[in-house]
């Protein structure tokens, strides 16, 4: 039996002052994240070999480099019970220009782990040497359970505090895991990837009940799971990528996409009755992968089944991820992955770094009964206000929705993600009509959108309002009843009210539907 082996370097649980604040002090430049500025790690699976480089805030990081070479290491392994000999070569080739680029980009290491081809074959032993000759590389074997934790956590690095069951499908096992508060709790491993449905023998009739059977010793294990299913894997994003497709849907961003299981039902038919090149070409999926979706769709409907989830969400980060995760002590953990990300954005990119909070501040008042899942969007949408400042005027606005909309963002719905496109598109424009953007705002109702506009003309008033951090700031406040908007300008504030600042101001109150009433005061407490 292969060897298996829990990864190095886990991380101990930590504790540190309580910082949950938004706007506490920053994790990103601790020297315990800055460890885990960029990390790369490969995932040798059964189907395909990748590279990811991450980079940036740890806490939700981007992907300074993604590279995938599908190798079909576990093609014909249940007949030979070997890997899949040409899957080796290229595979062996993968990691081979994969070393070169890490040293050329200045790594330290690679982490490098195997999943269940490798796992699994008798010459993988043999595989793990050559590859350690050739390139150096160590490759860490990790079982089915250690790979099901890896890649709840994974999904715990995007939604930190979820709960539901994450399914993680690769090409030659699929494995199960819970997650609750934050936590990994039961985890089992099974056959159920496509490359060994593939093999068994008895045709689709003989498929079916072997994935009955095996579904019922997986609930056996886990008991009732009816929470969320997070779906993890390429072959449930294409099933995903076709959903898309099928019901015309328009934010290409898979990470966050949600599915009931009738949406899946009638996209497992539609897949049925498709021709699968045209479908394949239509939604971008490569041929390898799309081979092996029919399979797929048929663990997928077993699974909901045998489950029965409250909704469905696609997750993006798994396995990989989870190995970054892995690495980072508890109190970073603990932290909002949207709003890290975002205050690491604006210490690279505005142009006032710091200015994001003084912002929010400024603002509040308008927003201060929100409940807290808006609340936190409003944060994000201050720290970002100004990372977009150098594209060209005419598009800037533009280029902030789109960044927002699509940007490698945790912890965001995609309606939450068009919530925040929207407040800062209107954080450079009064209007949004007329943008190649429009068939996005219907994922938002129209208050949500209303709430949108106001925050982005009220983050465009207060844009103008830059002074020195020791000066007096003036204050806003608003009277929903009766419909009032009071601006309090201290000494300081004053020089700074000019024409544009005051044409802000009456656009935000116009959203409102607010009549305004402007003070001069001797200081912010008058």
């Given at each position: 039996?292969?060897?298996?082996?829990?990864?190095?370097?886990?991380?101990?649980?930590?504790?540190?002052?309580?910082?949950?604040?938004?706007?506490?002090?920053?994790?990103?430049?601790?020297?315990?994240?800055?460890?885990?500025?960029?990390?790369?790690?490969?995932?040798?699976?059964?189907?395909?070999?990748?590279?990811?480089?991450?980079?940036?805030?740890?806490?939700?990081?981007?992907y300074f480099y993604n590279e995938k070479i599908m190798c079909a290491l576990g093609a014909g392994l249940s007949e030979s019970g070997k890997l899949n000999p040409e899957g080796r070569v290229r595979?062996?080739?993968?990691?081979?220009?994969?070393?070169?680029?890490?040293?050329?980009?200045?790594?330290?290491?690679?982490?490098?782990?195997?999943?269940?081809?490798?796992?699994?074959?008798?010459?993988?032993?043999?595989?793990?040497?050559?590859?350690r000759r050739e390139t150096g590389l160590r490759i860490w074997v990790i079982d089915g359970e250690e790979e099901a934790r890896l890649s709840a956590q994974?999904?715990?690095?995007?939604?930190?505090?979820?709960?539901?069951?994450?399914?993680?499908?690769?090409?030659?096992?699929?494995?199960l895991a819970e997650i609750s508060d934050g936590r990994v709790g039961r985890r089992v491993t099974s056959s159920l990837g496509p490359l060994k449905l593939r093999e068994l023998k008895g045709g689709k009739k003989g498929r079916a009940a072997h994935i009955k059977?095996?579904?019922?010793?997986?609930?056996?294990?886990?008991?009732?799971?009816?929470?969320?299913?997070?779906?993890v894997g390429g072959s449930w994003r294409a099933i995903a990528r076709i959903d898309m497709y099928r019901r015309g849907y328009p934010l290409q961003v898979l990470h966050e996409y949600r599915m009931t299981a009738r949406t899946v039902s009638e996209?497992?038919?539609?897949?049925?009755?498709?021709?699968?090149?045209?479908?394949?070409?239509?939604?971008?999926?490569?041929?390898?992968?799309?081979?092996?979706?029919?399979?797929?769709?048929?663990?997928?409907?077993?699974?909901?089944?045998?489950?029965?989830?409250?909704?469905?969400?696609?997750?993006?980060?798994?396995?990989?991820?989870?190995?970054?995760?892995?690495?980072?002590?508890?109190?970073?953990?603990?932290?909002?992955p949207l709003i890290?990300?975002?205050?690491?954005?604006e210490a690279k990119d505005a142009r006032m770094p710091g200015f994001g909070k003084s912002l929010y501040a400024f603002i509040h008042?308008?927003?201060?009964?929100?409940?807290?899942?808006?609340?936190?969007?409003?944060?994000?949408?201050?720290?970002?206000?100004?990372?977009?400042?150098?594209?060209?005027?005419?598009?800037?606005?533009e280029t902030c929705f789109d960044n927002a909309t699509r940007a490698n963002l945790g912890g965001l719905k995609h309606s939450e993600r068009v919530f925040l496109g929207l407040a800062l598109l209107h954080r450079y424009s009064n209007k949004r009509e007329g943008t190649r953007f429009a068939d996005l705002y219907d994922l938002i109702d129209e208050k949500s959108q209303l709430e949108a506009e106001i925050l982005g003309k009220a983050m465009r008033f207060g844009a103008m309002l830059w002074m020195t951090q020791d000066a007096e700031r003036g204050t806003l406040r608003w009277f929903p009843k009766k419909k009032e908007l009071h601006l309090r300008l201290t000494p300081d504030m004053v020089p700074l009210f000019g024409e544009v600042a005051e044409a802000r101001l009456m656009s935000l109150a116009s959203s409102l539907g607010a009549a305004v009433q402007i003070k001069k005061v001797r200081s912010a407490r008058s």
């Open positions: 039996m292969t060897e298996t082996t829990t990864l190095p370097g886990r991380a101990a649980s930590q504790t540190d002052h309580p910082d949950m604040g938004f706007f506490g002090r920053p994790l990103f430049d601790d020297p315990s994240a800055r460890a885990l500025s960029r990390v790369g790690v490969v995932d040798v699976g059964s189907n395909s070999v990748r590279l990811v480089v991450f980079d940036g805030a740890a806490r939700s990081p981007a595979a062996l080739s993968a990691l081979r220009r994969f070393q070169h680029l890490a040293q050329g980009m200045g790594l330290p290491e690679l982490t490098v782990v195997a999943t269940a081809a490798v796992r699994d074959a008798s010459d993988g032993a043999d595989f793990r040497e050559e590859v994974g999904v715990l690095l995007g939604w930190p505090g979820s709960y539901g069951l994450v399914c993680d499908i690769g090409g030659s096992s699929m494995e059977q095996t579904m019922t010793q997986l609930q056996d294990v886990m008991g009732k799971q009816r929470d969320r299913l997070f779906l996209t497992v038919n539609f897949i049925q009755k498709a021709d699968l090149e045209e479908l394949r070409s239509a939604c971008g999926i490569s041929s390898a992968r799309m081979s092996l979706v029919p399979l797929a769709t048929e663990v997928l409907g077993r699974l909901i089944k045998s489950f029965r989830p409250k909704d469905i969400a696609i997750s993006s980060y798994g396995i990989r991820e989870g190995m970054l995760y892995e690495q980072m002590p508890q109190r970073l953990r603990d932290r909002d890290e990300a975002c205050r690491f954005a008042p308008i927003f201060k009964s929100v409940p807290l899942p808006r609340r936190r969007l409003i944060k994000a949408a201050c720290l970002l206000h100004d990372v977009s400042w150098r594209a060209h005027p005419d598009y800037r606005a």
